[in-house]
DNA sequence: TTGTATGCGTTATCAG
DNA sequence: CTGATAACGCATACAA
């Protein structure tokens, strides 16, 4: 037994798939008694449009992609949120493509967007080359892209960001502003967009404060658990010891916090620590965590907007949103 | 300019659709020399197949949804890994749609599923009535389902899960086995399957140690971090208080331990946890969480699996994986 | 090894 | 208000 199609519901109600279609589409435009009929002929086969049929008809899918680089990364569920909310306003359906960071997967949802599988598309990392290929604009009718948060000064796409260095250079600010002077930071990954801008900012704080930046004050990492207790052994193990760390990222900071806690080093008492992303756990963190908050959920509904705006064939312009310092128990005075 | 299609791409080379198609598809089937220009003529024109004329073609999507409740929650991430992993190795395109467990997004993607967008899905959560519809065999030429974890005892469909009822009980097992005699459990929402389930095996496990189950010793929660800090006020406002609680999952207890140690209660000294999943932050408390570990991956996997082998046209029967507990530092002798 | 022709299930145009 | 019918872009059976 295969689907029913929409003959199969036009000879049940005894009219054409013509009309079938309308009740489907416009139902008022089609006689009261008529419309009954055939949505009863619906009922009785269970009958579904096909969607390809559809697509293929309308030449257009009704559907954003996301496509996120780590899926289990609590800090993209909030740009989701906001996305959703978007996109199903505008009647879109929302779909998730997770790379996982791997280059196989990350071509596999390119290609699905080339194939017009969906109308657009809206990256929450910093695009790849093989998304390069994809105007902006609605050119070679090839369907837009945004990018959010993690974006280069030079992406090609429109873009949804905050001022990663400006909100590094303030958290860092707060450090110094509470009598920090020896203050690390924690990176992350080596060649991230993020890495970089966040670093550059800690670096331009602490020129700000008159203080030079030091290589031994710079530590690794790559935005994982891990990395926060290396960089906890790492802080240990120095003389003198920085006084307070910043760190590109929460999960990190919280890796530092359980090394610490573990080996009685007391936070915000022997070491003041800051966080980045103000992610869902960073709340009950012990101490709960001074960090920076992106306006998640604001950027995941303006990156929305400006997709919808460039698929309507608008022009659309990037956009840079307002951070938050937000100040917790992990820092004190020095 | 509108997106080139296979005519064009024709045309340019100087030969038939259906060479270039067979080019794309059996590509050694076509003279090396025919295959050389039509593959300069593809590159020439940016052609991209149009996935919709190709699923009303073929009659299939090459596509898997994997429907989640709520995507922030980390639970889900890994197995997530577990269904990418066997779905590309099968060459479906995984797709991850988030309900946020609102009704209408639900049935959003049960339309999806239904529209052939997809061959068929995993539902990482109890299913909804609409999705019951659906027939796990493929009759009807319906796109087949499979669940995962969150599931009752006469689910429709095939499923994957572990045994929440014997793993909770192993849970509060331990903890009797270390001397405890008063042991809270807080619960998960009201109306899920695997608060009963869970709650269930707490009873079970202090009738099989001949301790009464109290009312006042089952506390509502609802998964969330707030929930966790209610628990610790509660728990804190009772004489005598317990001397271990069991949490329905791990989130609740991270948000306990939070409040216990602002509070300045000491756990395990004072009092000792044990959440439930085993979730990334686990690992990372303070102090590193007791609990139960669920094989994420390999219940996503199995799932996968399943789910291939019923779009095969095959059968399948449900899995029950086994679970483990993890000991760490937040338990010890009452 | 290549070309021709048919149909997949819809939507939209145009008559009636 | 309703019905015929022509695309939409591709894969494949059949011919050559």
Redesign the pocket.
Known sequence: M??P???DVARIA??????V??C??MPD???V???ERVLNAVRQTG????A???S????RSNTVLVVVPDIGNTFFSEILGGIEAEASAAGLTMLIGDTGRIKAREDAYVRYLLNGRADGALLLADPQAAWFDIPTRNAAGLPPIVAISEVGPDSGPVTVSINNAAAAAAAVGHLIAQGHRRIAHVAGPASNVLTEQRLHGYRRALHEAGLTPAPELEFPGDFGLASGRAAFERFQAMTPRPSALFFANDEMAMGFLASAYAAGVRVPRDVSVVGFDDIHFAQSCIPALTTIRQPRAEMGATAMRLLLEIIGGGAAASVQLPYELVIRDSTTRA
């Open positions: 295969s689907r199609t929409i003959e005894g009219v054409s798939i013509a009309t279609s309308r489907l589409h435009v089609v006689a008694k008529t419309r009958y579904n449009l096909n390809a049929a559809q293929l008809r309308q030449r």
